[in-house]
């Protein structure tokens, strides 16, 4: 770490110093922070990675890495760093939780790990303070651009520029030693011109690296040459003149490319978001790319293993990071050299190469030979996934900037089609891979992006849906309060769009919802009018599940008479449905209904009627649990003789028709 040596010594020895609470003679209780404190270009971020690879080896749970601050310079929202790092730590966190609640369930995985916790490019103290481990096990880096005031017992370290001899050696890894040497006086002149300030060094020397031919000299000349605008602060003249150098240099479609990389979601970029952004081949792309990182312009992703790549495939594509220095600059180029029109297009082919992208990634869960299976396979190659595997990988290394890409679209306000498209890939291919449970947060996070472009194109089919998608999620995380007040708002919008399959939905969900919460009138009103709907359409088999859910809910009152009714009219709506094992299903619930309350002979009549018709649907399981119910009735009647032969027959019926 060229220069660095000094604060790597000084943050290790942060590490073990006594803190505050030591002194007053308890043991600390949360985790102790260092801040590498600097400006965008003092080369914080590389100085706290070349401490976490040096701290590695004593923290054996990892290290988890978050970055504050998103793409457009804005903090990012705290909850979904929280989830991100959840994620990270194979933790389950409900759908649609508060920020306080992952905070909690976040130092509830950290407790008993000794973990690194890097927290990149922090706006200030309130973006980190929930994020902190409650265990001193762990350590946090924090690297922000001023003090996190209100945290208590931070360790600082505030970074200037290099000394000369630092960012001469910074020049020579560029320009190699033999330049520097012949000419040392214009690389101590280069040095001040760059104000000892890392990122302007880098690139400078990528300027010079590409130029074998080329002197300090006419690096020096070069950056002095370069016009400032007005309004640039003396700090920022040396980092704003090096890039600008390596700006010029590059030919006009790589400069455009590099523009366009501030577009890309997540602010990380791979050669398929390089491609779509500037509407050129993956292969173009991928060196154009490569190129802008070893001239400064782009930064590697930490943690990237080159073997597990996939040449020219899907998931084989390293990604990169714009570093946040230079993310201002290129964003000042964008808004000057292209027209709102051309970028709109740019945002829409990458969210058409994303949409496609993701087509191919859930057509690698379906069997092989399949019909989607056989369809990507005509895609080229660097839209297809090698295994089902790969695929899995992929979706799980790109969630975040396919989340990004969506909320993009959504903020933009002129995509909302091709948005839609994105969430309805997105949502069916996380479903694919991941199952309901495990990608449950993240459509919760689809559907909100959902009602929000349905609530601004005032589309009531979609925000009825939407609604009612975040409504069972809330109601499977145990927010009921939340859940009625969507499902209410669900029925509003289905009515207004005409859809009775929504409002039918919706009605049932009210009704399920208060029955959750043992409110049965309300559970049966909500149900009945679900009931009078499925009725008028002449939904006969809906109308029969829907008497049986009002006998449920009456029944679980002690309404006797009134589940009894629900019930029968069950078992007479199953029979004018043709529905023979539906019917048997209802007599079996009819006769449970009887026997609790109080009519055990006429519940062991109905059960043996249930019986019969039952075999003549073939059902063997329900067969069974009706011949072990009439024995547990007779039993009741003072008859065991009886009981125990229906008993041996629903045990041989259960072993021949298991579950």
């Not at 040096?54 to 988890?64: Q, R």
């Not at 008859?639 to 125990?644: G, L, N, S, V």
Request: some cysteine; proline content about 6%; hydrophobic content about 45%.
């Amino acid at each position: 770490m060229a220069g660095r040596r000094r604060e790597l010594k000084a943050l290790r020895a942060d590490i073990e110093r006594t803190g505050l609470d030591t002194l007053t003679g308890r043991r600390g209780t949360r985790s102790r922070v260092l801040l590498i404190a600097g400006r965008p270009g003092s080369g914080r971020t590389a100085l706290a990675e070349a401490l976490l690879r040096e701290l590695a080896a004593d923290y054996p749970d990892g290290v988890l890495r978050a970055t504050l601050t998103g793409r457009d310079g804005e903090p990012c929202a705290t909850d979904a760093i929280a989830r991100d790092l959840l994620t990270a730590l194979d933790t389950d966190a409900p759908p649609g939780a508060a920020e306080d609640e992952l905070g909690e369930l976040l130092r509830g995985a950290l407790a008993g790990r000794r973990a690194l916790l890097f927290l990149d490019d922090a706006p200030g103290a309130e973006q980190v303070e929930p994020l902190l481990p409650d265990v001193p096990e762990c350590l946090v880096v924090v690297v922000s651009q001023g003090p996190l005031t209100g945290i208590p017992d931070v360790r600082p370290c505030t970074l200037g520029g290099l000394d000369r001899a630092a960012a001469v050696e910074i020049l020579a890894r560029y320009a190699g030693p033999t330049r520097i040497t012949v000419d040392p006086s214009t690389a101590d002149a280069v040095a001040e011109q760059c104000a000892g300030q890392p990122a302007a060094l880098v690139l400078a020397g990528g300027w010079l690296a590409a130029r074998p031919k080329s002197s300090l000299s006419d690096l020096h000349r070069a950056l002095a040459a370069v016009p400032l605008p007005e309004g640039v602060s003396t700090a920022a003249r040396p980092l704003f003149r090096a890039f600008q150098l390596a700006y010029d240099a590059l030919p006009k479609p790589a400069a455009r490319m590099l523009r366009l990389t501030v577009l890309a979601p997540g602010g990380l970029v791979d050669a398929h978001d390089a491609a779509a952004l500037a509407g050129c081949s993956v292969a173009t792309a991928g060196p154009a790319l490569q190129e802008f990182a070893a001239l400064g312009l782009l930064r590697p992703v930490a943690g990237q293993d080159p073997a597990d790549a996939v040449p020219d495939g899907a998931a084989g594509h390293p990604q990169y990071r714009l570093p946040g220095c230079l993310a201002p600059l290129v964003r000042n180029l964008l808004e000057a050299y292209e027209r709102s029109s051309d970028i709109q297009l740019a945002r829409a082919r990458m969210l058409q190469r994303t949409v496609r992208l993701l087509v191919s990634c859930w057509a690698m869960s379906e069997a092989p030979g399949s019909p989607a299976r056989l369809k990507v396979a005509g895609l080229p190659r660097s839209l297809r996934f090698p295994s089902r595997a790969a695929a899995g990988d992929w979706l799980r290394g790109h969630r975040g900037t396919l989340l990004d890409a969506a909320r993009i679209a959504v903020a933009d306000g002129e995509l909302d089609t091709l948005d839609r498209r994105l969430m309805a890939a997105l949502t069916r291919t996380l479903l694919a891979h991941q199952g309901p449970e495990a990608a449950a947060p993240d459509l919760y996070a689809l559907h909100e992006l959902v009602l929000e472009v349905a609530e601004r194109r005032r589309l009531p089919r979609e925000k009825a849906a939407a609604l009612l998608n975040l409504a069972d999620l809330d109601v499977h995380a145990g927010r009921t309060a939340a859940a009625l007040t969507r499902y209410r708002g669900a029925l509003e919008a289905a009515r207004a769009a005409g859809d009775a399959a929504a409002v039918g939905r919706a009605l049932e969900s009210l009704g399920g919802t208060y029955g959750e919460l043992g409110d049965w009138q309300r559970a049966a009103d909500w149900y009945g009018r679900a009931l009078e709907l499925r009725l008028a359409q002449g939904e006969q088999a809906d109308a029969a599940r829907l008497h049986g859910r009002i006998g449920g809910v009456h029944a679980q009152a002690g309404r006797w008479g009134e589940a009894l009714t629900a019930w029968r009219a069950a078992v007479g709506t199953c029979r004018r449905a043709g529905d023979t094992a539906g019917q048997a299903r209802a007599m079996g619930e009819l006769a449970r209904v009887q026997e609790c309350a109080g009519l055990p002979e006429e519940a062991l009549r109905i059960c043996r009627e249930a019986l019969e018709t039952v075999r003549k649907a073939g059902d063997g399981q329900l067969e069974a649990v009706l011949q072990l119910r009439i024995a547990d009735t007779l039993e009741r009647l003072g008859d065991p003789a009886a009981a125990r032969l229906h008993r041996e027959a629903g045990e041989r019926l259960l072993e021949d028709h298991p579950e």
